[in-house]
Each structure stands twice: as C-alpha cells, then as structure tokens.
C-alpha cells in the first residue's frame, strides 16, 4: 500500500511529536556508522531500521483491516525514496488481518521472529515516546543501542524554552556571582546537553557532586530528560483532560438506545471520568515527587534527594509515562472526533469508544 496522505516524510522529523513519530531513518543517517547502531540494532531486518513507526487514528475505511475494533493503530512506512521523502512510502499497520503476509507481499521484507515480536511490544504503547519505549524493549529481553531513543528535532525545539525555565534555578545556585546574562548562557548550554543524546558526561561535574558513578549519572541524566519531557507533556495535556472527561459524562449518542446500551452508556460516562481524573492525579502526584527532590537541591542547597531521585528514576517514569500517554490519547481522539461540525456519534461508536478508552487506562491509575 502506497501512504498518499503522507505528502513528505521529511516534515515528520522536522515537526513530528516523540509521542507520535520513531524515525529509524534519521537514526540510521545519524548513527548507522557507529559500531553501537550494527551492533544492537532495534530490528534485525536492515529495511525495518530505515522506515517510520507512526501511532496513527484510524479512518473510517482502515477499521475493517483489523480483527476487532480499534481507534488507533501503529504503523510501519517504509520510504519510496530513502533520498527524496516527498515521494512518501508504502505502509502496513501492526496487527492488521495477515499482517505477517502482508509484510512479504507489500514489503517484500521476510521479517525474523524477534523483529514480529518487537513490532508487537511497539504496538502495545500508548506513546513512542523514547523513555516508554526504551523500557518496554527492555521488557521485551532486547539489549538495543541508545541512539534509537531520542527525541525529535520538532519536540527539542517546542521543549526548550519549558526546560530552560526548570533548569535555571541550578544554574543560579552555582552561579551567583555571575552576570545575569552569563547564567543565560549557562542556562542555554545545559539545556542543549540534557536534550541532548549524549551519555551525560559533559555534564560529569554534576554527577561528582551527587556522588553518582559515571554509569548511574548516563542513567539519572536520561531520566532527569523523562521527568522533564513528562512534565512539559502533561502542563497542556492534563489540562485538557478535565475538559473532555466533564464533555465524556454528559456525551449523548444520536439514535435510539435499547436497555443494555443506555445502561453501558450511564456507566461507561461516570467510569471513564472518575478514572481519568484520578490518573491525572496520580501523573500530578508523581511529578511532585520530581519538584520536592529538585527544589531540595536548588533551594536547600541538600543533593541528597535528588540523587536518590535519580537513581529511583526509571521505576517512577515509566508508569508516569503510561499514564500521560493513555490520557493523551484519550485527549487527542476526542478533540478529534468531536471537533465543531464532525458528525454526531452513533450508539454502537460511542460504546467501542469508551471500551478503548478503558483499556487504555486499565492498570494505569489508582482508583477503579
């Protein structure tokens, strides 16, 4: 299949949110040199590490491709052109009716075992974010290079103006003696290095003064990235989220409704409200834990506790990660669906909503 509504690929990498777009093909021009991209690719077939992954909202004309009913999906584009990537490329959705067949007939691409596999932990995010994915191959047995989880260009550029006014009260603190305008630029030079993909020992110094081994400090700075990226995520989308779970409670389908589905309706409404807002709660909960250690070091003065932080790090992001992702996508398909002039919805997709919508915040909040 040829992706038509992809006029250029390239704009993905330009614009393209983390959550949304895994482009294997920048990481393959930027590192497909390096003995760490051979040596622990994230597929073992070469065409898979050149394409995009894409978390997709499924058309109306897509819903028949899979087994049983879904809003979204993962899809896997593989450029006409690895040169000129306004010609688009073929796709295939994960999962889709004889996705393994299609993968040969459409691609001409026989994937290994481990790669099917690895396509299916993929699908099973409700984000690419690089911090969920990195944990959930790692789940999955993989031992992949880190070159594969980085952020977009476009999300670098959209965070940094956020991460520079986190980050400014560190750079204060050990620069107090300096011009406002040297800390700027102290500021702006930390900034680059947290976003960036390097193994954190440009900023080693840090790391001497919480007592952090070279190894857990390349760890603590890549989740210090997490805890940021997260906090900069939920600023506008937990915000939303109370918006379209009070917009859930009152949603009336167009048509009439038998007894069984005015019922799941009634109390899919309450149900689905009460769970996420109280996953936003907990994602605000655990992005307090990451404040009170940062404060504790900037303000007291006291790195003790944002070095435990940081070590205790990977276990807390990754269902912060989960969380804002589910909510996320609930955000996102709603506004979507429901924008001004879009159809009213009928009975039969307002329930296949509100299934998807549980199961994607099944496990992820703290009250049923």
């Not at 009634?266 to 992005?287: F, W």
């Not at 404040?291 to 912060?320: I, V, W």
């Amino acid at each position: 299949m040829s992706d038509r509504s992809i006029r250029n690929l390239a704009n993905l990498q330009a614009f393209g949110s983390t959550s949304r777009v895994l482009n294997l093909l920048a990481v393959w021009r930027r590192h497909g040199r390096t003995d760490e991209w051979r040596d622990k690719p994230l597929f073992q077939t070469p065409a898979l590490n050149q394409g995009l992954i894409i978390k997709h909202r499924l058309r109306r004309d897509e819903v028949d491709l899979f087994h049983t009913w879904r809003q979204s999906a993962t899809k896997v584009i593989l450029p006409l052109d690895l040169d000129d990537l306004r010609l688009g490329g073929r796709f295939i959705f994960i999962g889709q009716r004889n996705f393994d067949r299609a993968l040969r007939e459409y691609f001409g691409v026989s994937v290994v075992d481990q790669d099917l596999e690895t396509l299916r932990l993929i699908d099973q995010l409700p984000s690419l974010d690089p911090f969920l994915l990195r944990e959930q191959v790692k789940r999955g047995g993989l031992d992949v290079a880190r070159c594969y989880f980085e952020l977009t260009e476009g999300d670098m550029k959209r965070m940094f103006g956020f991460v520079e006014s986190q980050i400014a009260p560190l750079v204060a603190m050990s620069m107090k003696t300096e011009a406002s305008r040297g800390q700027a630029r102290a500021t702006a030079n930390l900034v680059s290095k947290i976003l960036s993909n390097n193994d954190g020992a440009a900023m080693q110094p840090l790391g001497d003064t919480l007592q952090l081994a070279p190894e857990q400090y390349a760890e603590g700075v890549f989740c210090w990235k997490g805890f940021l990226y997260y906090k900069w995520s939920a600023a506008t989308v937990l915000k939303e989220a109370r918006a379209v779970a009070d917009a859930i409670a009152t949603m009336q389908p167009a048509g009439p409704l038998d007894t069984e589905s005015r019922l799941y309706i009634e109390r899919g409404r309450q149900v689905l409200r009460r769970k996420i807002l109280s996953t936003c709660e907990t994602a605000i909960e655990a992005l307090k834990v990451y404040d009170r250690a940062y404060a504790s070091l900037t303000q007291d003065g006291r790195p003790t506790a944002f070095r435990e932080f940081l070590l205790d790090a990977p276990r807390m992001f990754t269902r912060l990660g989960e969380q804002v992702g589910a909510v996320r996508h609930i955000v996102s398909f709603w506004n979507f669906r429901f924008a001004p002039g879009a159809p009213r919805v009928s009975v039969e997709e307002l329930i296949d909503i509100f299934m998807d919508f549980e199961t994607s915040l099944a496990s992820r909040d703290t009250a049923a």
